[in-house]
Structures are given as C-alpha cells and as structure tokens.
C-alpha cells in the first residue's frame, strides 16, 4: 500500500506531504514509504518546499529524504 502511486508517480506519501499532514507523512515513513520521485522528478521534500512548509521538511529530511534530487522541469 505505501509503494502506490497514481498515474502521475504521486505516491501516499506525497499527498499527505501536500496536505500538510505531518502525522500522517511520520506514520507512513515509519510503515517504510519512500522518497521516490513523481514523474517530472518531484520528491516529497520538493513539495514540501514549494508549499514553504518548513516543519514538514525538517520531517521528511530528518527521516532521510535525499537532499540533491533534481526534478525535470
């Protein structure tokens, strides 16, 4: 269930990353969610940033979250 995705690559955690559900976003990093890129080469961390979220991610760099992905746009 955490490796879904949608046909655009958004995986669960992604969209709990653009809800701004912390919570959420621990709960399922520690069920073993990844931080693989969507399709245009957006990570979680890259959304959380675009939403200047910065609690969301301390989160997801805290859990790991590769720092130096680069998206394709």
């Known amino acids: 269930m955490y490796y879904t995705e949608d046909i ?21 990093i520690a069920a073993g969610a990844n931080f693989k890129a969507d399709h245009v080469g957006n990570t979680s961390l890259h959304r959380s940033l675009r939403r200047n979220d910065a609690a969301m991610s301390a989160i997801l760099v805290e859990h790991g979250a590769p720092l130096y992905s680069r998206n394709k746009i």
């Open 8 to 28: 655009r690559g958004v995986t669960p955690l992604m969209e709990a990353v653009e809800r701004g559900e912390g919570k959420m976003a621990c709960q399922l």
